[in-house]
């Protein structure tokens, strides 16, 4: 599974779609070599049946998982968001304390640099850079330094210690995405589940053995591709398909080119 999601989608695509593809469609052709047709169509009446009912409970399976991933996915990139914004905003309510804030623009700017060049690939392995987690606990001991000196300094001190929390809990948040959605047991019903609905229509007999061959190739593309898609997203910082820093380097290269002209 890892390493298919370590290299490219073009790459993963041949050996989860193309490959599977073309063994599925060979099972129907390996069966009739020692199942006679008229053995085969005895049972397609009764296996019509069953095989509509398997595949709609397979269906439903796999459009929850699918769901569900891209649904994470997309958390993954407004939590990333969510953190570049707070970012923004503390550089802006870091000039209302006076002379702290020059330091706390400092500290805010070394947490985003930690988190672009650290987090990311520490969320490629599944674990978090223990320098970003310090850049971060550094942020918070300059704005605990801060002393509000009026009721304006005190709303603002606690603004930013409001917006200071929610980049902690984006950063979390990331960071618990970052190991995946789909648990080992869901994976194993779902490749169980796509060899069951594939392998039953090895079983059905129909005079035109060509036709059953691209209709099962057929069913086997439209799986493996919804498979394909949940393994590319399951994980949504890492692999091809991935949300990257690029809310967090706005927010850098905004702040210095404010720092710039002024």
Not at 94 to 117: C, M, R
Not at 123 to 152: C, F, I, K, Q
Request: no cysteine; hydrophobic share 50%; charged share 20%.
């Amino acid at each position: 599974m890892q390493f298919l999601i370590n290299h490219s989608l073009w790459l993963s695509a041949i050996l989860l779609v193309g490959l599977t593809t073309l063994v599925s469609m060979s099972g129907p052709i390996i069966v009739r070599r020692y199942v006679s047709l008229e053995r085969l169509s005895t049972n397609n009446e009764v296996a019509g049946f069953k095989f509509a009912t398997l595949g709609v409970l397979y269906a439903v399976l796999l459009a929850f998982a699918v769901i569900v991933v891209w649904e994470r996915f997309n958390d993954a990139e407004k939590y990333v968001a969510q953190e570049a914004g707070a970012a923004a905003t503390l550089y802006r309510l870091s000039k209302g304390i006076g002379e702290p804030g020059a330091a706390l623009q400092n500290k805010v700017t070394e947490y985003l640099e930690a988190a672009i060049d650290k987090d990311w690939p520490a969320m490629e392995r599944r674990r978090p850079s223990p320098e970003v987690t310090h850049a971060l606990n550094e942020v918070y001991a300059t704005v605990l330094t801060v002393r509000a000196g009026d009721g304006r300094e005190t709303a603002i001190l606690s603004e930013i210690l409001h917006q200071l929390d929610l980049v902690t809990e984006s950063r979390r948040a990331r960071l618990v995405m970052a190991t995946g959605v789909v648990p080992g047991l869901v994976w194993l019903v779902l490749f169980g589940g796509a060899a069951l609905t594939i392998g039953f229509t090895f079983f059905f007999g129909t005079e035109n053995l060509r036709a059953q061959t691209m209709m099962t190739g057929a069913l086997s593309v439209l799986i493996f591709s919804a498979l394909l898609t949940i393994l590319a997203i399951d994980h949504p910082f890492s692999g091809t398909v991935k949300v990257g820093p690029d809310a967090l380097a706005a927010v850098l290269l905004e702040d210095l080119s404010g720092s710039s002209r002024r």
